[in-house]
């Protein structure tokens, strides 16, 4: 087909003039032919409309399609061995939780009062909470050495111009 005849029929497609079989050289026009530089825009709508209308399954689809099928029955077993393999560790789980803890104690723990006197069993809660106080202001201690070198910081910051702290103080 020579290139007037291209351009021709190109003026009648855009006018939408044309017939299938027209449309049908235009296509193998653009799909088989050499095309000029000033058609190549032209040469991807034409080359999709052949491919759209002439649909080509290939060789190897019946293939690829049977290839799917067999990997999606294949996939389908394994996921029915994943649940059954998640299933049969949460009954193992489940039943070792219970019997860990149905374990019941056959001798019950004694209940009786240590101290016969209450003023013996005051003076040694005072005493537990005495040394539970001395253990509270041991670990004071390193607290306020940071809230000293918190107000140190802050005056050190005021006298450079600064007003930031250090972030861990802030909290």
Do not use: C
């Not at 027209?22 to 032919?33: A, R, T």
């Not at 789980?93 to 009786?112: C, S």
Request: aromatic share 10%.
């Amino acid at each position: 087909m020579d290139l007037k005849q291209v351009e021709q029929l190109l003026s009648k497609y855009w006018e939408g003039e044309t017939s299938l079989s027209e449309e049908k050289q235009l296509q193998q026009f653009f799909s088989y032919g050499e095309v000029p530089a000033h058609l190549l825009v032209y040469r991807d709508l034409f080359v999709a409309q052949e491919i759209i209308l002439n649909p080509d399954l290939g060789l190897d689809f019946d293939r690829e399609v049977l290839d799917k099928l067999d990997t999606s029955e294949n996939s389908t077993r394994w996921n029915f061995v994943r649940i059954a393999a998640i299933g049969l560790i949460l009954i193992v789980t489940a039943i070792g939780f219970f019997k860990l803890n149905n374990t019941t104690n056959t001798q019950p723990i004694a209940q009786e009062d240590t101290y016969q006197n209450p003023e013996e069993a005051l003076a040694e809660t005072k005493k537990a909470f005495a040394m539970m106080a001395v253990a509270f202001n041991k670990g004071q201690q390193p607290v306020m050495n940071i809230v000293k070198l918190d107000k140190t910081n802050q005056k050190v910051a005021k006298a450079f111009g600064r007003t930031s702290q250090l972030p861990i103080l802030n909290e």
